[in-house]
């Protein structure tokens, strides 16, 4: 069976604060002054970003997707389970994808008790992601970054135990230890949410996603280095008893769709620009607080500098992104190159993206499924389509 026979798509968002301020070249992360957040502005993006996710559950689309951000224009979802409970109340189909809380960030028993609301409310609609957090993160939450892979993988344990074992049961360990680890109410879905690891790129989060049969899903980073770590994850998880398939591997994606190529770059390039040298970008300092990382990967990271500057080209984004601006035909196909080329059924689209008016991102989601996701379909093997 082809991957293009089961492709699901799943609409993200980042709501961003797109009134940036100019030159800094940190980004707009951490340290910028809070003082310049307009709550009249903040309510008229919060009503326009929920809005047009739910035109994505009105048009089709299999999942909708929110995560986590602090203290940064970059999104203004401090809460991704604020934003979730919103959608649920809202939506009826799609499911509704929290990726999501860093889960060395809150109390691991407290996650899995929001977690379980938001399932139980949607009707186990809900899939989970656990990112370890940004560096950024570990500068503006009382944390000490050095032991925040240990205690993410605690987390889990404390998260699935919780989920998986009749409570109460009880937990001792480095970080956590629960007398009463006793969580209510529980997943509708059983035993629970299906689960996917985020990560950039590093091998312990590749390794550690593959050993426990958790899904994965890799953030921007260049092409040829997500294709490699799918592969380790591939091999690594069928050593230890798992069989991935193409949903275990999510990919990314930012589609803008138009009439003519030349429509779409002349909607859709500057904010997509504006993205990945404002919004995205940041600096070593804040990007790699000390003992984030190990020393081997720092040293990689640094010497790739692939978000360290300003001057961040379209050409080069455009080769080592999956990013297509253009026809339903041209975004179809580039869709389905990239699938077959990471064997993965399951794709974000990032169809609202840096500082896109409300009306280009409502034509895009609209575009896509309307026009997009039916070129898809169409190409399903002869087998499926006669099925159907």
């Known amino acids: 069976m082809s991957v293009l026979d089961r492709l699901e798509f799943y609409l993200m968002h980042f709501m961003p604060y797109p009134d940036v301020v100019p030159g800094r070249p940190q980004g707009q992360w951490v340290d910028i002054p809070n ?4 709550p009249e502005k903040g309510h008229k993006l919060y009503k326009e970003y929920l809005d047009e996710l739910v035109l994505g559950d009105e048009l089709g689309y299999d999942a909708l997707v929110v ?5 940064t224009f970059y999104s203004l979802m ?3 389970s604020v934003i979730a409970g919103a959608l649920i109340a809202r939506t009826r189909q799609a499911r509704i994808c929290v990726f999501g809380t860093p889960i060395t960030l809150t109390y691991p028993h407290r996650l899995a008790e929001e977690y379980a609301m938001l399932d139980v ?3 186990g609609r809900l899939e989970c992601a656990f990112p370890l957090g940004t560096g ?5 939450n009382p944390l000490n970054p ?3 892979r240990e205690r993410f993988r605690e ?3 404390v998260l699935m135990q919780a989920w998986t074992q009749p409570g109460p049961t009880r937990f001792d360990g480095e970080f956590y230890h629960y007398k009463y680890l006793n969580p209510f109410p529980l997943p509708y879905q059983k035993p629970h949410p299906k689960i996917y690891v985020v990560g950039s790129g590093g091998e312990d989060t590749v390794q550690y996603a593959a050993e426990k049969g958790y899904g994965y899903s890799q953030v ?3 092409i040829a280095a997500q294709l490699k770590s799918f592969e380790s994850y591939r091999s690594t998880a069928v050593k230890h008893g798992h069989t991935p398939d193409s949903e275990s591997i999510i990919i990314s994606a930012i589609p803008y769709v138009a009439e003519t190529e030349a429509k779409a770059i002349e909607e859709a390039r500057d904010h997509i620009l504006f993205y990945f040298k404002n919004l995205l970008r940041t600096n070593d300092q804040m990007n790699t607080p000390p003992g984030y990382m190990p020393v081997d990967r720092l040293r990689r990271r640094l010497e790739a500098g692939v978000f360290q500057s300003s001057e961040i080209t379209w050409e080069a984004l455009t080769s080592i992104y999956r990013t297509v601006l253009g026809t339903p035909d041209q975004v179809a196909e580039h869709i389905a190159f990239w699938c077959e080329q990471a064997q993965s059924s399951r794709i974000i689209v990032h169809l609202h993206t840096g500082d896109m008016p409300h009306w280009k991102a409502v034509k895009n989601i609209t575009l896509f499924a309307e026009e997009v996701i039916p070129r898809l379909r169409r190409k399903m093997s002869p087998e499926l389509k006669a099925a159907e």
């Open 155 to 157: 987390s889990m344990d």
């Open 146 to 148: 050095t032991n925040a």
């Open 121 to 123: 409310m949607s009707g």
């Open 136 to 140: 950024m993160e570990y500068w503006v």
């Open 220 to 222: 921007f980073t260049p």
């Open 78 to 80: 401090p809460s991704c």
């Open 67 to 71: 995560n986590e951000h602090h203290s």
């Open 35 to 38: 003082t310049h957040f307009d």
